[in-house]
């Protein structure tokens, strides 16, 4: 999103939410490429090399997905938030503000 730009409240919803759906479209793509299986098992082995060399963006929807299955199954949570450094608070709001 244009940081230079002042929305209105709608507008911004609503262009959050139109990045939001491209990012996770690339995600998907992306998916596979990047093996966010075993990223996933592999930091919840504590091996957190690959998640510390990892882009922000794919770090967020990487969370956004951790995030949905706790909340579908219910699973305890075994990352540290903390890994994630301020992302979670993004991969958490914008989870809130799907349909």
């Not at 990047?34 to 060399?53: E, K, M, P, Q, S």
């Not at 450094?85 to 989870?95: F, I, P, Q, T």
């Amino acid at each position: 999103m244009r940081r230079d730009r002042v929305y209105t409240a709608e507008e911004f919803l609503r262009t959050l939410s139109g990045c939001r759906e491209k990012a996770q479209q690339q995600y998907t793509v992306e998916r596979k490429k990047i093996d966010a299986d075993g990223i996933i098992a592999a930091v919840r082995n504590g091996d957190l090399h690959r998640l510390t060399h990892m882009p922000s963006d794919v770090r967020l929807s990487l969370l956004m997905e951790l995030m949905s299955e706790v909340k579908k199954n219910g699973s305890k949570w075994s990352i540290p938030l903390s890994l994630f450094r301020d992302v979670d608070l993004a991969a958490g709001a914008l989870l809130h503000l799907e349909p």
